[in-house]
């Protein structure tokens, strides 16, 4: 009886690891496939021979280098000013004598419930009048600000615990605010900032709508946009679209084989402190 | 009590840089989008006032507004059912697997692509037989022709196939915070537990259930308000289409500012949304913190 239930325990949760894993390896084959065979409904048979013009294609006509350089500048940019800022306000917050830190604590938290598309609208009428449309800048911004909330309330729960000796010997000993900022709060603070890292990474990485809203020049698109582009561009072509799903894919994928306990403990960090 | 006594501008160049930039970059715009809800505005030429006329063809003229909402929240309520799933999953990896992290990490994978990856990926899945959709040829290898669908054409259907690619999406994120939050719980109070003769389900009724409230709360409250915003996954997807069927707020909103040019009233769509969010998220925690009191 007792086998049996593990058993069934057992098959259950195969089942789920392949419900969630065989549709990206499908991905995977289909990339490889030519379109022949992806068309005659051989769906499990792997390719006969990989393809693998269809990730050469996929890259030169794609643009595949020039997105992802573009989501690189972007969320590299993205990630610097997020960790800057929120840890700078929450410093303050945590450590300054002064009266309104928890009204600013509250006009972040509230943010956080603002949903990001009902800023749209207004955000492209403001961005146009300011000639800052089909910038770098119209992501940039907006990325950064939607990502600051979060951030401040995981690096804040975490200053808050720090015990309060460490600056105050500083302090005595002639140590400017900027000097105990830098060289005593940040070095001490590193594994939250890590966690911001991972969840701004991720969620700015895979941002969709705001690049596909904002950006128009082919110069400046980012990889989810990109991909987007490429897949209503060439329709038919089946195995250069998947190609380029799985390169689209690759490096968040590459990122999480390395780090995967890292990243899934900073995506419930994020979560449960949210 | 916090220590440093600085001075104001010191204060100020501390937190100004982020506030400002958050202030000009969320707050305003959603006064903004309240102000451009009153208008009707095609975004050039010059303004008129109408007043509460968007949100009174909004509330009582719009033949898609309403079904829009019933889709948004159906997507909640189908989110949600799906965390009791994840619990239960949760419970079974940490009592039958010796080293569940693993499997939690590959249940997680869909959690960290992009939607477009996603939609994409489930597009081509559920696309016809002639174009390489996997989910028909398999249905028709299995002899069940007749289960064969146009899954994101069919009016009836499409909102369903868009339901079932985000629960798939999303299976390993709640799972993965249940996991965490039963992994947790001391094993002393289970050994203590056994002794009494509470054991197995039994056990999880009494102890893993209660102490996973707070948890619990967490994941349904991220379920929800997630699905409340739900949106790139329907542009990827459909865009809100065959004839408005998998419309939801968001998409509406953008379909009728952007497509349509009427900025006045994708706004007044914008700001429901705004206040539908902000009202939900208060009322689900009222009601978990009343569920929380009742089982401490």
């Not at chain 2, 030429?45 to 033949?63: C, E, I, Q, S, Y």
């Not at chain 2, 869909?110 to 990926?121: A, C, E």
């Not at chain 2, 696309?127 to 996997?134: I, L």
């Not at chain 2, 969010?277 to 208060?282: D, E, G, Q, R, S």
Request: charged share 10%.
């Amino acid at each position: 009886m007792h086998k049996l239930k593990k058993g069934i325990v057992y098959l259950l949760i195969a089942v789920l690891c392949v419900t969630q894993l065989y549709p990206l390896f499908w991905l995977l084959t289909y990339s490889l496939k030519t379109n022949e065979e992806i068309l005659d409904g051989q769906f499990f048979a792997l390719p006969k021979s990989p393809v693998w013009d269809n990730y050469s294609n996929a890259y030169h006509s794609g643009h595949y280098l020039k997105y992802l350089s573009n989501s690189v500048i972007v969320t590299a940019t993205v990630m610097v000013c997020v960790i800057l800022f929120s840890s700078m306000v929450a410093f303050a917050i945590t450590r300054f004598r002064f009266k309104w830190g928890n009204l600013i604590m509250l006009i972040f938290l509230l943010g956080m419930m603002i949903p990001l598309q009902s800023t749209l609208l207004p955000l492209m009428i403001i961005f146009r009048d300011a000639h800052l449309l089909d910038t770098r800048w119209s992501l940039i911004l907006p990325y950064v600000a939607f990502s600051t909330p979060i951030a401040v309330f995981i690096l804040s729960g975490f200053m808050k615990t720090i015990p309060h000796e460490i600056e105050e010997s500083a302090y005595i000993d002639g140590a400017s605010v900027y000097r105990i900022f830098r060289s005593i709060i940040i070095p001490i603070s590193i594994p939250p900032v890590m966690t911001v890292c991972i969840l701004t990474f991720i969620t700015i990485w895979n941002e969709y709508i705001l690049a596909a809203t904002f950006i128009s020049d082919e110069d400046l698109k980012t990889l989810p946009f990109g991909v987007y582009s490429f897949v209503s561009q060439y329709q038919t072509n089946y195995g250069n679209i998947g190609a380029f799903l799985v390169m689209g894919a690759l490096p968040v994928i590459l990122l999480y084989f390395i780090l995967s306990e890292k990243i899934t403990k900073g995506m419930v960090a994020g979560a449960v402190k949210g | 009590m916090n220590v440093l006594k600085v001075p104001a501008r010191t204060i100020a160049v501390f937190i100004l840089p982020a506030l400002l930039l958050y202030v000009c970059i969320v707050f305003i715009p959603i006064g903004v989008s309240f102000y451009t809800g009153t208008l009707d505005w095609d975004g050039i030429n010059t303004a008129k006032h109408v007043g509460f006329d968007n949100w009174h063809r909004m509330l009582f003229d719009d033949p898609y507004f309403w079904p829009a909402v019933r889709h948004t929240l159906m997507y909640a309520v189908f989110s949600m059912t799906e965390i009791p799933i994840c619990l239960l999953m949760a419970i079974l990896l940490v009592r039958f697997i010796r080293k569940p992290n693993r499997i939690v990490s590959i249940y997680f994978t869909p959690v960290i692509l992009s939607v477009v990856i996603i939609g994409q990926l489930w597009s081509t899945i559920y696309s016809p037989e002639s174009m390489g959709g996997m989910l028909n040829s398999v249905l028709d290898s299995l002899g069940l022709d007749s289960w064969k669908h146009g899954w994101l054409t069919e009016k009836n259907i499409a909102m369903y196939s868009i339901y079932i690619v985000s629960l798939w999406q999303y299976f390993g994120y709640h799972l993965l915070i249940q996991f965490t939050g039963v992994q947790n719980i001391p094993s002393e109070i289970y050994e203590a537990a056994k002794i009494d003769g509470a054991d197995g389900f039994k056990a999880d009724r009494y102890i893993t259930l209660p102490m996973i409230v707070p948890i619990l709360k967490i994941s349904l409250i991220l379920a929800f308000i997630g699905s409340l915003q739900s949106f790139d996954l329907v542009m990827v997807m459909t865009q809100g289409g065959p004839a408005h069927a998998t419309d939801v707020i968001s998409t509406h909103m953008y379909n009728s500012s952007f497509l349509s040019q009427q900025y006045g009233y994708g706004s007044a769509i914008a700001s429901f949304l705004v206040v539908l969010c902000l009202v939900f998220t208060i009322i689900i925690n009222t009601i978990m913190d009343r569920v929380e009191r009742r089982y401490s």
